[in-house]
């Protein structure tokens, strides 16, 4: 069975420093990865994918996230945060095989302070 | 880009009537549309897979005739929550592709029943 993993259910880091976000999944198929971000009382926004070609993708707002097969990896990492950046982020996996439903990670809750 | 709607944001019922919960995309057409249901501080657990024209697909421990889909349309479906108790209060959060592959969320409905 597939499964996602995120074993970080709160980080709290100051604004501008680096942060990592850490996602594992479980799978004997290929795997499509995403994070979406989820602000107070609001849907999901999709932040970055990775769905083939170079092991890292970027989003619009300094996020990255590196797909790591080798160790079922695809942790979020962004070098200087913002207060804006304050969110519930998760992590997802859809498989190989057609439109597939998405198999979400528990969430952490990125808390960044003045 | 991709609009996904939902209508009420909010609803408050009494225990033991049925609410409807509308989700629309506004700017595609999707034949395929997603229910999630959410708990505080909770990952998103999918509920079903609702498909335009045909019957709903439900997730294993998820009661269909509690909770009807209908996908009417190629950009309109609802989840009525029927005879509805206090447990049942939740967030629900729909969403809705344009591909395989990214899936885009309507901003939830909060279902507080009383």
């Known amino acids: 069975a597939q499964s996602v993993t995120q074993l970080d259910s709160q980080v709290p880091v100051f604004e501008e420093a680096p942060v990592e976000l850490r996602c594992n999944y479980s799978s004997s198929v290929s795997v499509y990865l995403f994070w979406y971000v989820q602000y107070p009382n609001q849907g999901l926004q999709l932040l970055l994918k990775?769905?083939?070609?170079?092991?890292l993708v970027e989003s619009i707002n300094g996020f990255e996230a590196e797909f790591n097969k080798s160790q079922t990896s695809f942790h979020l990492r962004k070098p200087s945060v913002h207060i804006s950046d304050t969110a519930e982020y998760f992590c997802a996996v859809s498989f190989s095989g057609g439109y597939n439903k998405l198999i979400f990670g528990a969430g952490t809750r990125l808390a960044v302070h003045p | 880009g991709a609009v996904v709607s939902q209508h009420p944001s909010r609803v408050i019922c009494k225990s033991g009537t049925s609410v409807k919960i509308e989700c629309r995309s506004l700017d595609f057409q999707a034949t395929t549309m997603f229910w999630y249901r959410q708990f505080p501080k909770k990952s998103l657990m999918l509920m079903a897979t609702s498909n335009e024209g045909s019957k709903a697909t439900y997730e294993q421990g998820v009661e269909k005739d509690k909770f009807l889909i209908n996908h009417a349309s190629l950009t309109l479906s609802t989840l009525t929550v029927t005879s509805a108790h206090p447990e049942d209060s939740s967030f629900y959060i729909c969403?809705?592709?344009?591909?395989?592959?990214?899936?885009?969320f309507g901003p939830g409905t909060r279902l507080t029943v009383t």
């Open positions: 969403s809705a592709g344009t591909d395989p592959y990214e899936q885009y």
């Open positions: 990775y769905l083939s070609g170079s092991t």
